[in-house]
């Protein structure tokens, strides 16, 4: 039965990318010299630094400008509620890069597909929806579908088997 498999990964190749090139903008900037503003990559999270809250919306301009130019969409980023006040007057915001499907947003794209009548069935496997059919016209409106329904979340179709 040909299958495929939705999932939600970031591409960490670009995002390390876009945070070394931001790392390098900020360096460089006038605005910036002088203070300590930086942004470095902690294993899945951002760490943006500076000395003001107006400093830190600065650096996630840079920073989103350039994730976006390297087609890393943002909502892939978690954004902390809070700003972490460290030592004196530093600040620092803390995003969390977000991996595999989380139970909720899952349970939407099966109750989605079930709903949508197309003659599919999807399961929950971890953080991967699994989408089988009997074939693959059946999936191929099925991701069309999933697509139109979950425009905000950059979902991923892999594994399509026949």
Same mark, same amino acid.
């Given at each position: 039965?040909?299958?495929?498999?939705?999932?939600?990964?970031?591409?960490?190749?670009?995002?390390?990318?876009?945070?070394?090139?931001?790392?390098?903008?900020?360096?460089?900037?006038?605005?910036?010299?002088?203070?300590?503003?930086?942004?470095?990559?902690?294993?899945?999270?951002?760490?943006?630094? #500076? @000395?003001?809250?107006? /400093?830190?919306?600065? %650096?996630?301009?840079?920073?989103?400008?350039? =994730?976006? *130019?390297?087609? !890393?969409?943002?909502?892939?980023?978690?954004?902390?509620?809070?700003?972490?006040?460290?030592? #004196? @007057?530093?600040?620092? /915001?803390?995003?969390? %890069?977000?991996?595999?499907?989380?139970?909720? =947003?899952? *349970?939407?794209? !099966?109750?989605?597909?079930?709903?949508?009548?197309?003659?599919?069935?999807?399961?929950?496997? #971890? @953080?991967?929806?699994?989408?089988?059919?009997?074939?693959?016209?059946?999936?191929?409106?099925?991701?069309?579908?999933?697509?139109?329904?979950?425009?905000?979340?950059?979902?991923?179709?892999?594994?399509?088997?026949?």
């Amino acid at each position: 039965m040909p299958s495929f498999d939705t999932v939600l990964e970031p591409d960490h190749v670009k995002i390390r990318n876009s945070v070394d090139n931001s790392a390098k903008e900020i360096g460089t900037r006038f605005d910036f010299k002088g203070t300590g503003a930086k942004v470095e990559l902690k294993d899945k999270e951002i760490h943006a630094t #500076g @000395d003001s809250e107006f /400093q830190l919306e600065q %650096i996630e301009a840079v920073l989103y400008g350039k =994730l976006t *130019k390297q087609d !890393v969409s943002i909502s892939f980023l978690d954004k902390a509620e809070k700003i972490d006040k460290l030592g #004196g @007057d530093k600040v620092r /915001q803390v995003y969390k %890069i977000k991996e595999g499907i989380p139970a909720d =947003l899952a *349970k939407k794209i !099966v109750a989605s597909l079930k709903d949508s009548k197309l003659k599919v069935q999807a399961s929950v496997q #971890g @953080d991967v929806v699994r989408v089988t059919g009997k074939n693959r016209d059946d999936l191929q409106t099925a991701i069309a579908h999933l697509r139109k329904s979950f425009s905000d979340n950059p979902l991923e179709y892999k594994n399509f088997r026949d």
